[in-house]
C-alpha cells in the first residue's frame, strides 16, 4: 500500500466537511491481476428516493519539483483506478483531488487542460489550509 499523501488529511477533513461520509482510508480494489488502493471511498445520503451517492477520491499534492511529471503519474494511476471501478464498483464516482494552487498553476495550461478534457478527469479542487472543497466539477 502507498503511503498517504501529503495532504491527505485536509482532503479527508474538506469531505466530512463537505457532508461526505469516509466509509474506506484507503478503498481497496482489485482487478485484473493488480491490487489497488484509492486514497479515500466516501458516500452521502441524498434524498430518500434516490439512495446514496458513492465516491472514490484519488488525493495528490503537486508539491514536487515537476508538475508535469506529477501529473503523468496521477492521469495513469486515475485511468487504472477508472477501470477498475466501472468493472468492479461502478456505482461510485472517481475524482482526482488537487490543490487550489496547482488548479491556478497548472491545470490550466493547455495541455493538461486537453488532457483532462479528453481523459475525463473529474477534478476536485481543495484548499489544504483551509480544508475545503473550492470547486466540485460541473
Known sequence: MAAKDLFH??????LEKDGWTITHDPLFISFG????Y???GAERILAAQRGNEKIAV?????????ATTEF????????????AL???QPERTLYLAIP???????????LPRRLVERYQ?????YDPEEEVIVKWPT
Open 9 to 14: 488529511d485536509a482532503v479527508r477533513h474538506a
Open 33 to 36: 491481476g493488480v491490487d489497488m
Open 38 to 40: 484509492v486514497d479515500l
Open 58 to 66: 484519488e488525493i495528490k499534492s503537486f508539491v514536487g519539483s515537476s
Open 72 to 83: 503523468s503519474m496521477a492521469l495513469g494511476q486515475f485511468l487504472k483506478y477508472q477501470l
Open 86 to 88: 466501472e468493472e468492479e
Open 100 to 110: 487550489v494552487d496547482a488548479d491556478r498553476e497548472f491545470f490550466r495550461l493547455e
Open 121 to 125: 478527469v473529474r477534478l476536485v479542487i
